[in-house]
Every structure is written in C-alpha cells, then in structure tokens.
C-alpha cells in the first residue's frame, strides 16, 4: 500500500510569512498525491492534487505544491500566509482498489497555526 | 462543486444502543462512498468502502458486525454503530466518489 509521511505535526509562521508543510511519501507506482484542509467543524476540502501531469501543481487559496519524484516529496506552500489559513492539513496518497477506483491514505495531518 | 452531506451532525447516546449516521450525495450520483474515523488530534482512519447494490469493503481490524455500511441507492450511504460503546465514541466522515472524493462534514458521535 502506498503511504504519506507529513514531517511535522505542527507548524508556526506569523501571518503575511511563507508557510512549508513537508509531505513524503512512499509508492511503488506513480502515485497521485493529494492535499485537503480541514477547518474546525467543517469538511475536509481538497486544496490541489497531482496526477502525473505538471510536477508544480496550483491549487486553491494561493497554494502550490511540487512533485519531487528524485525526493520522493510532495510539499505545500504558500507565499504568504493568512489567519485565515490556520487549519489542519493532511498530505494524502491515492491507493487503487481492484474494483472500485482508489481508496485515500491519509498522512497524521500538520497543524497550522498563523500567530498576528 | 459536488456536496456531500452528513446527519446528524453530532450524537450523544447511550452505550449498549445503536446509532445510524446518514450520508448523501446532494447534486451528484456515487456508484462509491467511503467511511472514515477520525480520533482527536489524529488522521483520518479509512473503515470500508460502500458500492452501491452490494456488500461493503472493511478495512482490516473493523468489525463488519458492530458497523453496519447500507448503501441502498446511488445518493445514500449510512452507517450504524451497533451496540455503541464509549471506545466508539469519535468524529465519523463519509465521502463519496465522483471523479474525485468529496467528503461530508463529519459526525461527531459520542457514547455515553
């Protein structure tokens, strides 16, 4: 089974700085990897996703993230962070299942927290 | 976008009791829906897989008995915790497949 390591399980930045949340992962194949946030009491939102097309994917909300295959990567980032920005962020690896397209294995997720 | 809804929201109940959660596919028909738990500060934990007209998937350690998975019609999945006990208590998040997975909002469940 394919899986994601997020290298962090909290990250700090002040708001208006660069934000890195840090994903591996690990596949036997080419995978498709994934990025979603999750906001208090809210839904998991998908924020950008990689399927071997362009290797720097834009997502929404002004974040990017590049495919690092030599890396074995998948981070996000952000120019400058936004309060509202301050979230829970999961780096997600597809798994495909025999018969019903694919299955998501999540990473531990990373708090982000945006201090004023 | 596609939306996919969750009811109720949250539950408290008694431990020994059942509790169905309901999840629907608003604007969008899913062949697939998939059920996950989530404990606090942790990561999404997927349950099993629900095809439409047929048995569920589950995912290694879950006990297909305690968490029954229904998925009677393209718009409708639910889950129900049978005989809940307090170790059951956690935050329940379907999603449904259309192209790509849209998730629900969770059910926050709690036993008692």
């Known amino acids: 089974a394919q899986s994601v390591t997020q290298l962090d399980s909290h990250v700090s930045v002040s708001e208006g700085t660069p934000v890195l949340l840090r994903c591996n992962y690990s596949?036997?194949?080419?995978?498709?990897l994934f990025w979603y946030v999750q906001h208090p009491n809210k839904g998991l939102q998908l924020l950008l996703k990689y399927t071997s097309a362009a290797t720097l994917v834009k997502g929404i909300n002004g974040f990017e993230a590049e495919f690092k295959k030599s890396e074995t990567s998948f981070h996000l980032t952000k120019p400058s962070a936004h309060m509202s920005d301050a979230a829970e962020y999961f780096c997600?690896?597809?798994?495909?299942?025999?018969?019903?397209?694919?299955?998501?294995?999540f990473g531990k997720g990373t708090s982000l927290l945006v201090t004023p | 976008g596609a939306v996919v809804s969750q009811h109720p929201s949250w539950v408290i109940c008694k431990s020994g009791t059942s509790v169905k959660i309901e999840c629907r596919s608003l604007?969008?028909?899913?062949?697939?829906m998939f059920w996950y738990r989530q404990f606090p500060k942790q990561s999404l934990m997927l349950m099993a897989t629900s095809n439409e007209g047929s048995k569920a998937t589950y995912e290694q350690g879950v006990e297909k008995d305690k968490f029954l998975i229904n998925h009677a019609s393209l718009t409708l999945s639910t889950l129900t915790v049978t005989s809940a006990h307090p170790e059951d208590s956690s935050f329940y998040i379907c999603s449904a497949m259309d192209r790509e997975q849209f998730f629900g909002p969770g059910t926050r469940l709690t036993v008692l």
């Open positions: 596949s036997s194949y080419s995978p498709s």
């Open positions: 604007d969008f028909q899913a062949t697939t």
């Open positions: 997600v690896v597809s798994d495909q299942l025999q018969d019903s397209g694919y299955a998501l294995n």
